[in-house]
């Protein structure tokens, strides 16, 4: 199949956070499988290189018509075409401009207006959240004259229901989208025009990136306002697991370790932790568990339970490193803590090679979410034989099993209320696991003969296409 896979991010190109990890590595194995996938993605300041200029082409909102460039470059051997309009997307950061509305709302009509200049007709767009929700609508609207882009297909994956892309009524008419869209039914959302929304109401297929989480957006907890739409529109709705990269994520080949390891030779990480502790600043003591942590600093990553729970973690006699950035309300108390307690430290900062450090020097690597769509932290972790502690919810349920309570399938700790005791329950529970010592090995071993590659899933990605692609073809006929 031909596919045109748009995200606003893709590692390495950009990355935020996961919707990075997947569009850089969900195309990869989705050509590996022989299809032809090509990503599109905003030309931003920090996307260096000389990436060659292949057309001039004209983006089309409401009577307005503006000029933009398409340029090449490539992922592993992805073809990515990067939309280039310097005074949108020149800048530093790939998010969080007062703008965004506009620069993701040109990026989705960019998107359709490129494949005449690009001449890649695809059997399917996917578009993932809410950067590129919008072009199921223009498909259906500006574009619906032309049998070419009649024929396209769409899926929508929502990677994270939070964030849906609300703007004021006005940036509904800059973009030109079409009248009988501003209803309750519709983009519209108390007044505001939701991109998410549109996305959802317009694909042909809508899924999110784990089962348990389809399930949870449908219930008002975790729905964000959409809950009803999605249960209406359940059975368009499905979960596909994400998969992690196995070129960037292996413990065996990884640049950025003191030591290289794998299943059987999984001892020499105990070298990974020395190197972890001696970076950090931590005693080496290799009696002490290690918990590592590398996460966007934010409510929905478990910060509040996190924050009350750690005086009582580290009193386990646990050394604790943490990796992240995000809302200072976390940054602050976290930081300050760090000052008083020597067995903790905290980089506030983006490092993608101490991120892969932490994830092969710890022994334990936690992710006590509020929410999780599907969380690829406990994946990675489970792949470098660092043992998940979870809170079970969205993908954490989908992917980490209880060794508790599931003494010989089991490959971490899970809890499930989000209260700081029962976060403290499943370290202690961990803590005691590491100092017996029983059984640790088989549980290590256990996670890092999972399959947590994107083999499956992307078959299922490509039943999803196809079902995309038959919804439209046959209703022309
Ligand atoms: P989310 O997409 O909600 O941020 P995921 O668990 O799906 O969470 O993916 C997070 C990805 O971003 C992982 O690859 C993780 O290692 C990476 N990451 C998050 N924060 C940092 C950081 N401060 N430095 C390096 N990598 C980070």
């Not at 090449?72 to 965004?100: C, H, M, T, W």
């Not at 009193?315 to 995000?326: A, H, K, N, P, S």
């Not at 529970?429 to 549980?443: D, H, I, N, Q």
Request: net charge neutral.
């Amino acid at each position: 199949m031909k596919i045109l896979f748009a995200s606003a991010e893709a590692y390495p190109l950009a990355k935020v956070g996961g919707l990075g990890d997947v569009a850089g590595s969900l195309p990869k194995a989705l050509r590996a499988l022989g299809h032809d996938v090509r990503i599109v993605l905003p030309r931003y300041g920090t996307i260096q290189g000389p990436h060659e200029e292949v057309a001039r082409f004209s983006v089309r909102t409401g009577d307005a018509r503006t000029e933009a460039g398409l340029r090449s470059a490539r992922i592993g051997d992805v073809p990515v075409y990067l939309v280039d309009k310097p005074d949108l997307y020149d800048r530093p950061k790939v998010y969080e401009y007062d703008d965004d509305g506009k620069r993701f709302g040109f990026f989705c009509k960019a998107i359709l207006d490129l494949i005449p200049a690009a001449d890649f007709w695809p059997d399917v767009i996917h578009t993932n959240d809410w950067h590129s929700a919008l072009v199921p609508a223009f498909l259906r609207s500006a574009m619906a004259e032309d049998p070419r882009f009649r024929r396209i297909g769409t899926v929508l994956t929502i990677h994270n229901l939070l964030h849906q892309g609300l703007f004021p009524r006005a940036l509904f008419d800059w973009l030109g989208l079409p009248e009988d869209l501003w209803t309750p039914e519709g983009a519209e959302f108390y007044g505001q025009l939701n991109f998410m929304k549109a996305g959802i109401v317009c694909a042909d297929f809508v899924n999110t990136v784990s089962p348990t989480y389809a399930k949870e957006i449908q219930t008002p907890e975790f729905g964000e306002g959409l809950d009803g739409l999605l249960r209406s529109r359940s059975t368009k709705l499905s979960g596909i697991l994400n998969g992690i990269d196995y070129d960037v994520w292996n413990p065996a080949k990884d640049p950025f370790l003191a030591q290289k390891y794998s299943k059987s030779t999984v001892d020499k990480k105990r070298a990974d932790k020395a190197a972890l502790q001696k970076e950090a600043g931590l005693p080496l003591d290799p009696k002490r568990p290690l918990i590592g942590y590398v996460s966007r600093v934010t409510a929905q990553k478990g910060f509040d339970i996190l924050i009350d729970a750690l005086p009582d973690i580290l009193d386990l006699g646990i050394q604790f490193v943490l990796l992240g950035t995000g809302e200072k309300k976390y940054e602050d108390p976290v930081s300050q803590l760090a000052r008083t307690r020597s067995d903790l430290i905290v980089w506030l900062k983006y490092d993608e090679a101490l991120a892969h450090r932490i994830y092969a020097g710890s022994d334990f690597f936690l992710m006590p979410s509020k929410f999780e769509p599907c969380g690829l932290g406990q994946m990675i972790s489970l792949r470098y034989g660092t043992i998940p502690i979870v809170r079970s919810t969205g993908g954490l349920a989908d992917t980490v099993l209880d060794v508790s309570q599931h003494p010989s399938k089991g490959n971490g700790f899970a809890f499930q209320d989000y209260t700081r005791e029962a976060l403290l329950e499943a370290v202690q529970r961990a803590a005691r696991f590491y100092e017996a010592g029983k059984g640790w090995k088989s549980v290590v071993h256990r996670g890092m003969s999972a399959d947590l590659s994107w083999k499956a899933s992307a078959l299922q990605y490509v039943a999803l296409y196809e079902k995309a692609h038959r919804s439209v073809n046959a209703s022309e006929t």
